[in-house]
């Protein structure tokens, strides 16, 4: 698993980025989360994921919400 924030949302495209702790940004789908909703999610929020490639490059899945 991976760590790190999430930088940017764009609410209305149901995306964003969250920057991980070796400073990659990483894109990641409304549909790679988990027991969490997009519209709940707000920036600077503490996440853990996973990495998969893509045709895009690398994407965040099974992303979840870190406890404060």
Same mark, same amino acid.
């Given at each position: 698993?991976? #760590?790190?924030?999430?930088?940017?949302?764009?609410?209305?495209?149901? @995306?964003? @980025?969250?920057?991980? #702790?070796?400073?990659?940004?990483? @894109?990641?789908?409304?549909?790679? *989360?988990?027991?969490?909703? @997009?519209?709940? *999610?707000?920036?600077?929020?503490?996440?853990?994921?996973?990495?998969?490639?893509?045709?895009?490059?690398?994407?965040?899945?099974?992303?979840?919400?870190?406890?404060?």
């Amino acid at each position: 698993m991976h #760590t790190g924030k999430i930088k940017k949302l764009v609410r209305e495209r149901g @995306f964003g @980025f969250i920057s991980d #702790t070796d400073g990659r940004e990483v @894109f990641f789908h409304q549909s790679s *989360l988990i027991d969490v909703k @997009f519209d709940s *999610l707000n920036e600077e929020a503490n996440v853990e994921f996973d990495i998969e490639k893509s045709d895009k490059g690398p994407r965040a899945v099974n992303v979840k919400v870190m406890a404060a």
